[in-house]
């Protein structure tokens, strides 16, 4: 109930109805400079006349919004002739004349695909919703009746949305001092780039006119565009009546905008800066929202990082015509603070009910929400919407796993929570960046620092996928699979293992990770993770090295766009650098309309099933219990006397088993510790419990048959002949738990485990006859049933020439990305 709570808090204080004084704007928003200033604009008056009708007032309010409409078009039109030769120059980036470098290119077009995404989203429903309006037009003379459905004309929720993400307009002005620069330089030092500058034609599709900018000039339309927002939004209250339904939620996009707009302005002259009493001046780094916990309960915060310390702050409910406001929680000095991360695996029990009983309930309300976006019913929308907003809000503060823990010399304490890896070592890295520099903490000014945060913060509101704008056509919906391959270019050997994270909507998981690698400079995994998503743009990775009683350590990462994914249907493997670390893999998408998120099912058991049944469902063609446990065996059982003779502790191998049948990660994380005869004793195990044995039983009589053909070629070709009439997970697993044991043998002047010991360990867990014998005369006599078994094994682990094994199922794969 707290949490709920703490939700709708956190809601209210963004959407409250407020009084705006609609005469001007502040003074303070424009800058009357002639050096930069991202906020110059020119104010429109409106002529407001107190004693027009309704009607009258609806008209200019429609007047209003078809200029909106035909403005928004334009600065479309404006926005991808800026981008038209993004592709080109990239391209170019990386060939050995570029145009730009790929620094370059990034800095010139920062943020402007995001802002087109943006207005392109803003504009399809602007329109939409003027174009779904019946308005009936009666002649009386040379007057117009207008329709009620004028009055029902609800377009507030539209601007609402687009100024919850005017945020992106912040980048684009920090920055665009910088892309001007480039512009400048690049055109007197290159006449390709000249050319390309003074010359940027646009082409109106109405009319084929065609358009003469320079890119500088095209590069100055987002900063004129963010203060016409506010111009506009200033009109439109004004010509909306305020029993209106839209006037609640145009009031308040006309304050964030406002409120947006100063705080741009204050920054761009103090660098987000603090003026603290002794002259002194505190800078902002960042800032976000996360969980904090407090006695067991959690929190929505928003964490404001200075250059001297951390502020903690929450969202207090706003009154009427007031700016947001924040109440202080707590603050730590950054001189001397630590810091601690780990992972909680998973939810306990009662809160992984309560998680999967949201996203039930979000995934219905958006599936009602979809159907109802082609009808009139605007306001029974808006509410859905709402409560959709509380639920994923919910569920941000709920499925936080990732603790960063901050422990100062002063003895204070904090523990705060993240829903993704990634953000969280964002967060710590930017921390323990300023933590190195020995900072020197100022006693903070608590109330002028809290007081400050409303006009400095950066990020204006947590990362849910409601508030998440552009086209949605391009977004994934269906299932995204990922094989983790290999890595290389680590500095020393370790163990690794990669956190895959997809966005979207939180109806299912989006987080998964390989197993942990075996001490390696190359680890590898080839290992299959597979997610549902709705609404993913983004996937993100990261390497980790894992270490025995020590944080791990995140050895690099990046983020990959999944626009170019969505067009191809196969494999597609590339190669990405995380940091020093390539990590190779492969990516598949297939679309499809998604079910219900499952409630909270158990876990896939791995003993006791037949094994194309797990290695189906797995992904791969050998077993992961199989790999780790071999790959242990390797490490550090190659010379341990009586390896797979000598059994481990039956308590500890049922652990193991245990551990594997509810949690792979977990259960490979035991296996690095384990005694290695218990992880031996753990294989045969596996291979002893198969409902069906992994050579099949039908074949038990016809390898007998063979081993008795005289000649020696005749019985290699019949024996090579019935391996491949293996089912292809049973023969990839056989041959590649053969070649492992032929390199145990390999030591076995140290563990004494020669190939007859091997063949004689395995023989019955690998072969047995059929249930019901068919006649044969050995059927009923067990000693010759062990000779049969024993002298296939052998046979098998005498041949010198048996193919190698495929760990990972035959992908269809598409030429390699680098």
Same mark, same amino acid.
């Given at each position: ?69 035909? =403005?928004?078009?334009? @600065? ?179 304050? +964030? ?12 002259? /103090? ?20 969980? %904090? ?11 404001? +990082? ?25 603050? +730590? ?43 009139? /019913? ?41 829903? =993704? ?30 007081? /400050? ?10 990362? +849910? ?15 995204? =699979? ?25 109806? @299912? ?38 270490? %025995?009683?020590? %944080? ?259 992908? %269809? ?6």
């Amino acid at each position: 109930m707290e949490i709920y709570q703490d939700a709708v808090l956190y809601l209210e204080s963004q959407h409250v109805p407020v009084e705006v004084n609609t005469d001007v704007l502040e003074e303070d928003v424009f800058q009357e400079d002639t050096s930069f200033s991202p906020l110059q604009a020119d104010s429109i008056d409106f002529p407001e006349n107190p004693t027009c009708s309704s009607e009258e007032m609806l008209e200019r309010r429609l007047l209003v919004l078809k200029g909106i409409l035909e =403005s928004e078009e334009v @600065y479309l039109r404006e926005l991808e002739t800026l981008l038209m030769p993004m592709k080109a120059l990239r391209a170019s980036a990386g060939t050995s004349q570029p145009v730009l470098s790929s620094q370059q290119v990034q800095t010139l077009f920062y943020q402007v695909p995001e802002l087109r995404d943006m207005h392109q989203s803003f504009y399809s429903g602007l329109k939409t919703r003027l174009n779904d309006r019946h308005q009936t037009e009666l002649p009386t003379g040379e007057e117009r009746q207008v329709n009620h459905t004028d009055s029902e004309l609800v377009v507030g929720d539209l601007f609402l949305k687009m100024v919850n993400q005017i945020g992106l307009y912040r980048g684009f002005i920090e920055n665009y001092e910088n892309a001007v620069d480039v512009v400048r330089k690049c055109t007197q030092s290159d006449p390709r780039f000249r050319t390309l500058a003074e010359s940027m034609m646009s082409s109106n599709s109405s009319d084929k006119v065609r358009t003469t900018y320079t890119l500088e000039a095209l590069l100055y339309k987002p900063l004129d565009r963010v203060t016409r927002t506010t111009l506009v939004l200033q009109d439109l209250v004004k010509t909306t009546p305020t029993l209106h339904r839209d006037y609640t939620a145009l009031q308040e996009a006309l304050r +964030l905008s406002r409120g947006f707009l100063s705080g741009v302005n204050e920054s761009s002259n /103090a660098k987000r800066e603090v003026t603290l009493s002794h002259g002194m001046r505190r800078q902002l780094m960042c800032d976000g929202f996360m969980v %904090d916990v407090t006695e067991g309960e959690r929190a929505l915060r928003h964490l404001f +990082l200075y250059t001297d310390l951390l502020l903690c702050v929450r969202a207090k409910h706003a009154t009427r015509g007031k700016q947001d406001q924040y109440r202080f929680c707590w603050y +730590l000095p950054l001189a001397g603070l630590k810091l601690h991360w780990a992972s909680d695996e998973e939810h306990p029990p009662p809160a992984n009910l309560r998680l999967c009983t949201l996203k039930n309930k979000m995934y219905t309300l958006r599936q009602q929400l979809q159907q109802q976006a082609g009808t009139r /019913a605007i306001s029974f929308t808006a509410r859905n919407q709402k409560k959709l907003e509380q639920m994923e809000l919910m569920m941000f503060i709920l499925s936080a796993l990732y603790r960063l823990e901050l422990h100062s010399p002063s003895g204070k304490s904090h523990t705060l929570l993240f829903t =993704s890896l990634y953000e969280l070592e964002e967060w710590r890295e930017a921390i323990h960046k300023l933590t190195t520099q020995n900072v020197e903490t100022v006693p903070p000014d608590l109330l002028t620092l809290t007081g /400050a945060c409303a006009k400095l913060r950066m990020t204006q509101q947590p990362p +849910l996928q409601t508030y998440i704008s552009g086209n949605e056509s391009l977004w994934l919906r269906g299932t995204l =699979s990922v094989a983790v391959h290999s890595a290389c270019g680590l500095q020393q050997p370790a163990c690794v293992y990669v956190c895959v994270e997809v966005d979207g909507w939180d109806f @299912y998981n989006k987080q998964a990770k390989t197993h942990s690698s075996v001490q390696s400079l190359s680890p590898h995994w080839d290992q299959e993770l597979t997610f549902q998503v709705d609404g993913a743009q983004n996937l993100r990775l990261l390497c980790v090295s894992q270490s %025995d009683g020590q %944080d791990d350590t995140v050895l690099g990462k990046t983020t990959l766009k999944l626009e170019s994914i969505s067009q191809s249907k196969r494999w597609r493997r590339q190669t990405l650098q995380l940091g020093p670390v390539e990590v190779t893999l492969s990516i598949k998408y297939a679309p499809h309309p998604l079910e219900p998120p499952l409630s909270a099912a158990p876990p896939q058991p791995i003993f006791c099933v037949p094994i194309e049944t797990l290695a189906q469902f797995e992904g791969v063609l050998v077993p992961h219990v199989v790999q780790r446990c071999v790959e242990e065996v390797e490490r550090r059982g190659m010379e341990e006397v009586g390896i797979y003779r000598i059994s481990g502790t039956s308590s500890e191998i049922n652990t193991l088993k245990a551990a594997f049948n509810s949690n792979l990660r977990e259960a490979v994380t035991r296996l690095r510790t384990a005694e290695v005869n218990v992880v031996s004793g753990v294989l045969k195990l596996y291979f002893r419990e198969l409902p069906e044995p992994l050579i099949p039983s039908e074949l038990f009589h016809r390898l007998a048959r063979t081993l008795e053909i005289q000649d020696i070629d005749t019985q290699h070709v019949s024996m090579m002949s019935l391996l491949e009439s293996f089912p292809d997970t049973n023969r990839h697993t056989f041959l590649y738990l053969i070649h492992h044991l032929q390199r145990v043998s390999e030591r076995q002047d140290i563990n004494k485990m020669s190939l007859l010991n091997l063949a004689t360990v395995f023989g019955p867990s690998l072969l047995r006859p059929p249930v019901a014998d068919l006649g044969h005369d050995f059927g009923s006599n067990i000693s010759q049933e062990v000779v049969v078994q024993v002298q296939v094994i052998l046979w098998y682990l005498q041949c010198h020439n048996l193919p190698d094994p495929q760990i990972l199922v035959p992908h %269809d794969t598409e030429a390699e990305d680098s």
